[in-house]
């Protein structure tokens, strides 16, 4: 069982992020038998890998990261996490569903691609890093702006993140929400509460508008993606004494928003909002992430046959979930999807993954990339 040999090989590696412990090398090795040419793209610490095989013809990907999360508590494990271990039917370790499963089943599918078609015009890649799980700064952003700097682009991009539900095969992400947050300070005037015409209480000021905010309809959707949703996730006020009123008012929030809105409108109507309320107010914004959407075509329609040909299920479209480095590719890559094995155990404690889903998930790949090279 390739498949499995090579996940448990990846395990073993200790790559809590930012680290890779040796999973690139690991991985360079598999891939350089079959002519794909390695480059290392390191930045700030974080290991980083393009791997690409042809130069010409339309340009398949498959992205995925190496760095896990931290273990927990040790004492908790079954089994040590990064000893991989096969117990009633499932291999367990950290990372053993994300996602070194999915990158050691997509080395397989490449490897008996390639065998099987070494005269193809199309060309595969393998863009991987080691700070996915972490803060995301120097990984995938980094090797996308590199192949950007001289007109590289991707035409198919599958991330192997575990997306199923249930079942192998249920669910594929084509996109996902972005994410917009705000830390919001509303001004008033510190004084005692037994005399309130001499304070403006920023609490009592805001609450109106903040009512408002959280009642708003953002926008309806769209086919693909749920309304936009607003969600206040601190807020504080207050010296610590019960007999002072404050001087700010301090509320953060978050917006998770689809492609039905825009960056700018929404910070726009949250400024004419609290403007109406004539508060006096600072605001910092910060974008956690654009949204990003594959709408079926090519690559969902590949993906949707493979995973029917192979599991015999119908595949379902899904833009749920938080965010993921498909939202640094999609800025070179018009159709790019997420697929990947069930998503039931990962972060937790004896994370793991079916052992009969390891050969399937390969597969699905293959077929995947056939088809694209074969359109």
């Known amino acids: 069982m390739p498949v499995l040999e090579k996940a448990r090989a990846l395990i073993a590696c200790p790559s809590v992020t930012p680290e890779d412990a040796g999973c690139l090398d690991l991985i360079a090795s598999w891939l350089k038998p079959l002519g794909f040419r390695i480059e290392r793209i390191d930045a700030g610490g974080v290991s980083n890998l393009w791997a690409r095989r042809g130069t010409t013809g339309k340009l398949i990907c498959f992205a995925g990261h190496t760095d896990v999360v931290p273990t927990g508590p040790l004492e908790q494990w079954t089994s040590p996490p990064f000893e991989p271990t096969l117990r009633a039917g499932y291999l367990y370790g950290r990372g053993a569903a994300d996602m070194k499963s999915s990158i050691a089943a997509c080395v397989v599918a490449m490897e008996r691609l390639v065998n099987r078609r070494s005269a193809s015009a ?41 997306t199923c539900v249930n079942r192998l095969g249920d669910t594929m992400k084509n996109g996902r929400r972005g994410s917009l947050s705000a830390s919001l300070t509303v001004k008033g005037v510190q004084g005692h509460v037994a005399y309130p015409h001499l304070v403006k209480n920023p609490v009592h000021l805001a609450a109106p508008a903040l009512a408002e905010l959280a009642a708003t309809t953002w926008d309806a959707g769209n086919e693909y993606f749920p309304p936009t949703s607003f969600q206040i996730s601190n807020a504080h006020g207050g010296t610590g004494a019960g007999n002072v009123v404050p001087g700010t008012f301090d509320i953060a929030f978050n917006f998770r928003f689809s492609t039905a809105s825009t960056v700018e409108g929404l910070q726009s109507r949250v400024h004419a909002l609290l403007d109406r309320h004539q508060i006096e107010y600072d605001i910092r914004w910060t974008l956690g992430a654009k949204p990003f959407l594959t709408p079926r075509g090519a690559l969902c329609e590949a993906l949707t046959e493979a995973v029917g040909a192979e599991v015999g299920i119908s595949i379902e479209l899904s833009t749920t979930g938080g965010t993921s480095d498909g939202r640094f590719i999609a800025d070179i890559c018009p159709q790019l999807v997420e697929f990947g094995p069930v998503n039931a155990s990962i972060h937790k404690i004896d994370e793991c993954i079916a052992i009969a889903d390891l050969e399937p998930l390969a597969r699905i790949y293959e077929q995947t990339f056939d088809r694209l090279t074969s359109n």
């Open 122 to 162: 199309d060309s595969l890649a393998l863009l991987l890093t080691s700070d996915e799980e972490g803060d995301a700064i120097d990984g995938t952003v980094r090797v996308v702006e590199a192949l950007r700097t001289r007109n590289e682009t991707i035409d198919f991009c599958i991330v192997g993140e575990p």
